[in-house]
T-cell receptor
């Protein structure tokens, strides 16, 4: 159980285009989803936290108009990279926190497999 | 100063050896400590989590937390080539956000 999927797994796009990445919790409902960015041999950097039905909370330095996040349902959150540029090329990973986690004090997160974005 | 420091490695060990990994941190509010394993181009998977100080053992894995020293460790006994991966430590103050270390690349050679 507790499986999180991401689609697509990899995407290559031209500079200036927009790319949408989907994050789905397959067998549980997630009130909160997190979006991370990871550079090669670097740590996961939290970009934003999204709660179902409300606006996402962005970390300092992350452009909210650049990285649009929509958490429309308890099983789906989307990240749209608008007007992508080569510097946006990275590995994007989402995670989801179960709605009914019995280990709520731990605030567990289940991670998706990641999406590799390459902007030419 | 980063909130979580972790040596990126790589750490190379022969099969069967003990792998010793560690992280240091500066935020005394952290109470939850996790270790994740990440294979190349995959998402992280949870290995161990510990609340507050102490030791926790699960099979070949042992996690230790020393809050007084702000130091956490992960030991992998009888290491296998399949343990070759990047190991990330993560910490939380309980309010949801995780702070990750940079990850240590481990290579177990047959």
């Amino acid at each position: 159980g507790a499986v999180v999927s991401q689609h697509p797994s990899r995407v290559i796009c031209k500079s200036g285009t927009s790319v949408k990445i989907e994050c789905r919790s397959l067998d549980f409902q997630a009130t909160t989803m997190f979006w991370y960015r990871q550079f090669p041999k670097k740590s996961l950097m939290l970009m934003a936290t999204s709660n179902e039905g409300s606006k996402a909370t962005y970390e300092q330095g992350v452009e909210k108009d650049k990285f649009l996040i929509n958490h429309a349902s308890l099983t789906l959150s989307t990240l749209t990279v608008t007007s992508a540029h080569p510097e946006d090329s990275s590995f994007y990973i989402c995670s989801a926190r179960p709605r009914d986690s019995y280990r709520h004090i731990y605030n567990e997160q289940f991670f998706g497999p990641g999406t590799r974005l390459t902007v030419l | 100063q980063k909130e979580v420091e972790q040596d990126p490695g790589p750490l190379s060990v022969p099969e069967g050896a003990i792998v010793s990994l560690n992280c240091t941190y500066s935020n005394s509010a952290f109470q939850y400590f996790m270790w994740y394993r990440q294979y190349s181009r995959k998402g992280p998977e949870l290995l161990m989590y510990t609340y507050s100080s102490g030791n926790k053992e699960d099979g070949r894995f042992t996690a230790q937390v020393d809050k007084s020293s702000k130091y956490i460790s992960l030991f992998i006994r009888d290491s296998q080539p399949s343990d070759s991966a990047t190991y990330l430590c993560a910490m939380s103050d309980g309010w949801g956000k995780f702070q990750f270390g940079a990850g240590t690349q481990v290579v177990v050679t047959p």
